[in-house]
């Protein structure tokens, strides 16, 4: 578990540089063009010495070491042992139930296909805060007698995935992260990724802030911490008032609030729902709602903040002050790919989305003559079952995922070729000897893994094989809290269609056609972010 170490940060002017104005905006906003920024991939940037002394208030955050080099060569991006993109965490927060910490690591639990490198928990009691965070899956981390020691009817839980520098940097990167200053003491865990990120670090150490984690969650409590409005809600909208990027965030603090706030572009999901005891439960999907039985409301709007306390024990909502609010940029591969196919995301069904795209390859895509339609489990299933049904052609178990790999194992001294993918997929050689087979995946990246599947699949008898993807081609990497490669890796940002068929040494090979968002979702199309695909990014940071 993470130790808590001190830090400190100034308490000077406002980082607003204004008070906070709930009738006009109120902020200013440096210029900066065309920078986007991955923590993660940043060098350390050391204070510089001829800076001025400031007053100083402490504030704490869980951590475990200190703050090293980031070596933007050794990275999570060049370890992606999937070949897909990742995403990066997920959130849950409950209010007002008294079995609050296990109703959160089922909840957990549920969310555990987007993070399974770490997990923690904060709750509240008595006007304490306690935290628990640790390496591994979530039931790695928990067992009954750390549920134990963190009682309570308030809590917050995350669960991410890490960057490759090992270990300890792992686990001081771990959340919720844990912070008390002069005027609040609070927990906050966090999706999604802060373009402007290492601005404005650089501006909190520029007037004395101390980071003690490379997480760009930790700006957010150095925001919080340096705000000068009275109430904790106001100092959160101060704080996103500064952000820029994408988060879906929920903080707790000592005295039993429990707040939700989404970012303006709403490009990561964020729900809503309740128990029948009434207790409020928010997630960033709702198949986590659905194991702890609490009916889904809504979601938390783009640019709305939610706060629950036990001043009513009901909802308040606020928004984001915007000159211009933006049209929502939901990320489009939460329904390719992240989330589970039993969630609702963004208001539509995840099952139906994929369904639709499998019956739209069909159409565009077919193969004459296929003898059967398999998948790579388990992401490109459901495409897989839209396809078989459209094209009439029966869908089988070519390929059977092992669930049962751990995220390291030893391989054998003499090198087996493919190991990695053999040891998580094995072909079904009754399915696949003789056939022609169309093979339905969610995406390709890198390629590396596709060439493998292909090869298997000959391997194992398959006459042809015939390759569809459920995506258009990925030629620009995610700066809105995913995990990609670099834009040089993504192997549709060098080669076109024919080049990777060759490459991965597919019969045939077509991707979803890029229009055929607009087709699906009509004139929701364009609420959609699809910078991956097309290398347009919605946000930069000289935008308001």
């Given at each position: 578990m993470a130790a808590n170490v001190s830090a400190t940060v100034a308490t000077c002017s406002n980082i607003l540089n204004k008070q906070h104005c709930l009738c006009s905006p109120c902020r200013t906003t440096p210029s900066y063009k065309n920078l986007l920024i991955k923590p993660y991939q940043q060098q350390r940037l050391f204070i510089s010495k001829n800076l001025n002394p400031r007053p100083f208030a402490a504030i704490v955050v869980n951590s475990s070491c200190k703050l090293n080099n980031v070596d933007p060569q050794h990275d999570h991006y060049s370890d992606n042992k999937d070949d897909k993109p990742?995403?990066?965490?997920?959130?849950?927060?409950?209010?007002?139930?008294?079995?609050?910490?296990?109703?959160?690591?089922?909840?957990?639990?549920?969310?555990?296909?987007?993070?399974?490198?770490?997990?923690?928990?904060?709750?509240?009691?008595?006007?304490?805060?306690?935290?628990?965070?640790?390496i591994g899956l979530v039931s790695d981390v928990f067992n009954e007698s750390k549920l134990d020691q963190l009682p309570g009817d308030i809590t917050i839980g995350h669960v991410r995935y890490s960057t490759a520098a090992g270990s300890s940097s792992m686990l001081k990167n771990i959340q919720p992260f844990v912070a008390?200053?002069?005027f609040v003491s609070c927990g906050v865990a966090h999706n999604g990724n802060f373009v402007n990120y290492q601005l404005l670090r650089t501006e909190l150490e520029g007037k004395g802030s101390i980071f003690s984690t490379t997480s760009d969650t930790e700006v957010v409590l150095h925001l919080i911490a340096k705000?000068?409005?009275?109430?904790?809600?106001?100092?959160?909208l101060e704080a996103c008032e500064k952000l820029r990027g994408a988060y879906s965030m929920v903080f707790v603090t000592e005295d039993g609030?429990?707040?939700?706030?989404?970012?303006?572009?709403?490009?990561?999901?964020?729900?809503?729902?309740?128990?029948?005891?009434?207790a409020i439960v928010f997630a960033s999907e709702t198949c986590a709602l659905d194991l702890v039985e609490a009916k889904y409301e809504r979601e938390v709007h783009p640019g709305e903040v939610v706060l629950v306390d036990d001043t009513t024990k009901e909802i308040q909502s606020m928004y984001l002050l915007q000159p211009h609010p933006p049209k929502p940029k939901s990320c489009i591969f939460e329904h390719i790919y992240f989330a589970q196919p039993n969630s609702i995301v963004f208001g539509r069904s995840v099952y139906e989305s994929r369904h639709a795209f499998g019956e739209i390859l069909a159409t565009v895509s077919p193969v004459d003559d296929c003898d059967v339609v398999i998948a790579v489990p388990d992401?490109?299933?459901?495409a897989a079952l839209g396809y078989a049904a459209k094209s009439g052609v029966p869908y089988q178990q070519g390929l059977i995922r092992s669930h049962y790999v751990g995220r390291t194992f030893?391989?054998?001294?003499?090198?087996i070729r493919d190991f990695g993918v053999n040891l998580k997929l094995s072909p079904v050689k009754a399915v696949l000897e003789?056939?022609?087979?169309?093979?339905?995946?969610?995406?390709i990246v890198r390629?590396?893994?596709?060439?493998?599947?292909?090869?298997?699949?000959?391997?194992?008898?398959?006459?042809?094989?015939?390759?569809?993807?459920?995506?258009p081609p990925i030629i620009a990497s995610c700066y809105y809290g995913i995990d990609t490669p670099s834009t040089d890796e993504l192997i549709s940002n060098r080669m076109n269609v024919e080049e990777i068929r060759k490459f991965i040494g597919a019969d045939s090979l077509a991707f979803l056609p890029s229009d055929s968002f607009s087709k699906l979702l009509g004139s929701d199309h364009t609420n959609f972010c699809y910078a991956c695909f097309s290398g347009k990014y919605p946000l930069h940071f000289d935008q308001p």
């Amino acid at each position: 578990m993470a130790a808590n170490v001190s830090a400190t940060v100034a308490t000077c002017s406002n980082i607003l540089n204004k008070q906070h104005c709930l009738c006009s905006p109120c902020r200013t906003t440096p210029s900066y063009k065309n920078l986007l920024i991955k923590p993660y991939q940043q060098q350390r940037l050391f204070i510089s010495k001829n800076l001025n002394p400031r007053p100083f208030a402490a504030i704490v955050v869980n951590s475990s070491c200190k703050l090293n080099n980031v070596d933007p060569q050794h990275d999570h991006y060049s370890d992606n042992k999937d070949d897909k993109p990742r995403e990066e965490c997920g959130v849950v927060g409950i209010y007002g139930d008294p079995d609050a910490s296990r109703l959160c690591y089922l909840a957990l639990h549920a969310l555990q296909h987007r993070g399974q490198e770490g997990a923690g928990m904060v709750t509240v009691h008595n006007k304490v805060l306690k935290s628990a965070t640790g390496i591994g899956l979530v039931s790695d981390v928990f067992n009954e007698s750390k549920l134990d020691q963190l009682p309570g009817d308030i809590t917050i839980g995350h669960v991410r995935y890490s960057t490759a520098a090992g270990s300890s940097s792992m686990l001081k990167n771990i959340q919720p992260f844990v912070a008390s200053s002069k005027f609040v003491s609070c927990g906050v865990a966090h999706n999604g990724n802060f373009v402007n990120y290492q601005l404005l670090r650089t501006e909190l150490e520029g007037k004395g802030s101390i980071f003690s984690t490379t997480s760009d969650t930790e700006v957010v409590l150095h925001l919080i911490a340096k705000s000068k409005a009275r109430s904790f809600v106001l100092r959160i909208l101060e704080a996103c008032e500064k952000l820029r990027g994408a988060y879906s965030m929920v903080f707790v603090t000592e005295d039993g609030k429990l707040v939700a706030v989404r970012d303006p572009f709403g490009f990561r999901p964020l729900v809503m729902g309740r128990r029948s005891n009434g207790a409020i439960v928010f997630a960033s999907e709702t198949c986590a709602l659905d194991l702890v039985e609490a009916k889904y409301e809504r979601e938390v709007h783009p640019g709305e903040v939610v706060l629950v306390d036990d001043t009513t024990k009901e909802i308040q909502s606020m928004y984001l002050l915007q000159p211009h609010p933006p049209k929502p940029k939901s990320c489009i591969f939460e329904h390719i790919y992240f989330a589970q196919p039993n969630s609702i995301v963004f208001g539509r069904s995840v099952y139906e989305s994929r369904h639709a795209f499998g019956e739209i390859l069909a159409t565009v895509s077919p193969v004459d003559d296929c003898d059967v339609v398999i998948a790579v489990p388990d992401s490109g299933v459901v495409a897989a079952l839209g396809y078989a049904a459209k094209s009439g052609v029966p869908y089988q178990q070519g390929l059977i995922r092992s669930h049962y790999v751990g995220r390291t194992f030893i391989e054998p001294s003499q090198k087996i070729r493919d190991f990695g993918v053999n040891l998580k997929l094995s072909p079904v050689k009754a399915v696949l000897e003789g056939k022609k087979v169309v093979v339905v995946d969610d995406s390709i990246v890198r390629g590396t893994t596709s060439s493998k599947i292909v090869r298997m699949l000959k391997e194992a008898g398959a006459k042809e094989v015939h390759m569809r993807i459920a995506s258009p081609p990925i030629i620009a990497s995610c700066y809105y809290g995913i995990d990609t490669p670099s834009t040089d890796e993504l192997i549709s940002n060098r080669m076109n269609v024919e080049e990777i068929r060759k490459f991965i040494g597919a019969d045939s090979l077509a991707f979803l056609p890029s229009d055929s968002f607009s087709k699906l979702l009509g004139s929701d199309h364009t609420n959609f972010c699809y910078a991956c695909f097309s290398g347009k990014y919605p946000l930069h940071f000289d935008q308001p």
